[in-house]
């Protein structure tokens, strides 16, 4: 086990309660793997899958879900948006749609109302702007590319993920190929870019949150996890009217003090996913050169200053490698991390965190084995389980 325990104790955590399943009704799991929708039930001991929906030369690699039954889910590997009806079950997707945009879509986003739908294109380096119809299906807005030249290095920019800040007005989209954090106006269905923001030449931004400090509807500050430098670079945000302004904080490795990658050539950081107590934060490491990859634990707490600063604090291993995305439990506790490995032995883990301390277990508390998610067409590939995991 990678942990900390100095750091633990600076931070005064206390020590992490032993875990008791729940007795109630399972969580409901969707996870996407390459030409795979795949429905799980979790009890708090075992996974349970309960669909494989097969979807052949697709990549359902983002998914979002909007009650009562609606999934839409990103093809990355062509320019398709398609919409699937859930069963009473939360299982059986049922595709009911499919609308074209821009191809290689990594990331989708309601606004606030759940009348638009914001899709980042890793593939395009722009973002679509989909109108959410009276049946539910998808009709195109606009597509907008990302002006300028790309970073040095880059062929193209690169836009990893669309993220609707607290305020429901802006949308924040990290551009990997521009070395860059894009804020997109939503008021008045414009969509135009108010403001981009380096983030450093090399850096590759990848995924991030919000947290709002002080309670409020804006958010006080905002992380983001870079591939390509492997860091959390944390802003502190000021909303002018028109745009957010960010100031850079703080920058700092994504495997903490102790922990570097055994090749650092390889090692491209993955997910970040800050708990709703706007402390813990969490981020992917991948491809480390490890025996299996990891999920790193950071404290936002005040610094010897008084000011916000991430703290590292501990490590766990993902059960895998390639942890492209994992994602906290809904329940208000947030009680479970699940994990999506690409590559490695499991596919799919849930961990157990102390509400706590923010600690994440390092034994699962279930699995699932690679051979048992991933498409039969896969067999025998590496690094093809799933990209996406989420609980609806």
């Known amino acids: 086990m990678y942990r900390s325990f100095t750091t633990l104790m600076a931070l005064g955590m206390a020590a992490a309660a032993p875990f008791v399943p729940r007795q109630d009704a399972p969580r409901k799991l969707l996870i996407g793997t390459p030409a795979q929708i795949i429905t799980a039930d979790f009890n708090g001991a075992s996974f349970t899958v309960t669909t494989k929906s097969h979807q052949p030369q697709t990549a359902p690699s983002w998914m979002i879900y909007r009650e009562p039954n609606l999934v839409y889910a990103v093809n990355e590997n062509g320019a398709e948006v398609n919409l699937f009806t859930l069963d009473e079950n939360k299982a059986n997707p049922t595709l009911v749609s499919t609308a074209t945009g821009a191809s290689g879509v990594v990331s989708l986003e309601f606004n606030e109302e759940k009348t638009r739908i914001v899709g980042a294109s890793f593939g395009t380096g722009s973002y679509d702007i989909w109108d959410i119809q009276q049946d539910n299906s998808l009709k195109l807005l ?34 990997l190929g521009g070395d860059s954090i894009i804020v997109v106006d939503s008021e008045s269905d414009s969509y135009a870019i108010t403001n981009t923001v380096d983030v450093g030449a090399g850096s590759g931004p990848r995924h991030g949150d919000f947290v709002s400090l002080n309670g409020g509807s804006q958010a006080t500050h905002y992380i983001v996890a870079t591939e390509n430098s492997n860091q959390l670079v944390l802003f502190a945000l000021t909303y002018t009217g028109a745009t957010i302004e960010f100031a850079e904080v703080q920058r700092l490795s994504t495997y903490g003090p102790a922990f570097p990658p055994k090749d650092p050539s390889t090692a491209a950081a993955g997910e970040l996913v800050i708990a709703n107590n706007g402390r813990d934060v969490y981020v992917s490491n991948r491809l480390s050169g490890n025996e299996t990859d990891s999920i790193a634990h950071f404290a936002l707490m005040a610094d010897n200053t008084g000011s ?85």
Do not use: W, Y
């Open 308 to 392: 916000p600063a991430l703290h590292f604090v501990d490590s766990v291993s993902s059960g895998g490698i390639l942890p492209r995305m994992f994602s906290l439990g809904k329940d208000a506790q947030q009680e479970i991390v699940f994990v999506a490995n690409q590559g490695g032995n499991t596919g799919v883990a849930a961990l157990k965190r102390c509400p706590d301390t923010g600690s994440l277990t390092e034994e699962p508390l279930a699995t699932l084995k690679m051979e048992d998610v991933i498409a039969e067409e896969f067999v025998g590939t590496p690094n093809v389980g799933p990209q996406f995991i989420q609980e609806i």
């Open 142 to 175: 606009k597509n907008v590319e990302i002006p300028g030249p790309p970073a040095p290095g880059q062929e193209t920019h690169r836009a990893h993920q669309a993220l609707l800040d607290p305020s429901g007005r802006f949308f924040v989209i990290p551009n």
